[in-house]
């Protein structure tokens, strides 16, 4: 079983792919921890991306790809994967699609957890994090005990950058502009299921695993 996880930024593919990882018993297989471990471990592909990441550039698809093959080529994922936060472009697709080819593989499923971006501007506006441990919070969905203050160690809660509308606003139109088209595409392919991310987590999970097949 090989899923590709879409949606948008704050979407909550993250969270579902972890959810797929753990019920199916798949690896979850982000491309910022494929990077991570293969520098880590001093590779050759690790070193290559190292050169690009030093100097604040992007990793070219070319490399994230083989990075991404190299990964899903380990014995752990025999069984299947669940790529999150790749392909994110069509050349991606388009080159995962060819080096999977030739490997006489392919893609099972590409889910888009689908979110109004209104939605993501609510729920990202509302996240808090703790400028002592890291520990995130939601004023609606997972609120503190006291107001602005960190349940674990007691320290203020602030909105990161990350999250304030219009830096959110801007993640969304990269997104559209870049990532949208991946729907197209894998719709073409006859591959894509969508589920409503607006929903509890739990009922959106329930969508994804009456497509994957209990």
């Known amino acids: 079983m090989k899923v590709i996880m879409l949606g948008a930024p704050g979407a909550g593919k993250g969270t579902q792919a972890k959810k797929i990882a753990a019920k199916y018993q798949v690896p979850h297989i982000s491309t910022g921890d494929i990077f991570r471990a293969n520098i880590k471990n001093g590779t050759e592909l690790g070193k290559k991306a190292k050169t690009y990441m030093d100097q604040g550039l992007l990793v070219p698809d070319d490399l994230v790809v083989d990075l991404v093959v190299d990964r899903v080529n380990q014995e752990d994922c025999t ?17 995962l699609d060819k080096a999977l080819n030739d490997l006489g593989q392919k893609v ?43 349940d674990t160690c007691g320290r203020e809660l602030i909105l990161r950058d990350d999250d304030k509308p219009e830096t959110v606003t801007k993640r969304l139109n990269v997104y559209h502009e870049q990532t949208q088209p991946l729907i197209d595409y894998y719709t073409q392919a006859g591959i894509l299921r969508e589920v409503d991310g607006t929903v509890d987590i739990e009922d959106v999970f329930r969508a994804i695993t009456l497509i994957l097949g209990e």
């Open 79 to 95: 069984k299947g994967y669940v790529l999150d936060g790749f392909p994110r472009t069509i050349p991606q697709a388009e080159a």
């Open 108 to 150: 099972d499923y590409a889910i888009n957890v689908e979110v109004p971006d209104e939605n993501i501007i609510e729920r990202m506006g509302g996240r808090r994090a703790c400028v002592g441990c890291g520990a995130t919070y939601h004023l609606v969905y997972a609120p503190t005990k006291k107001e602005g203050v960190c």
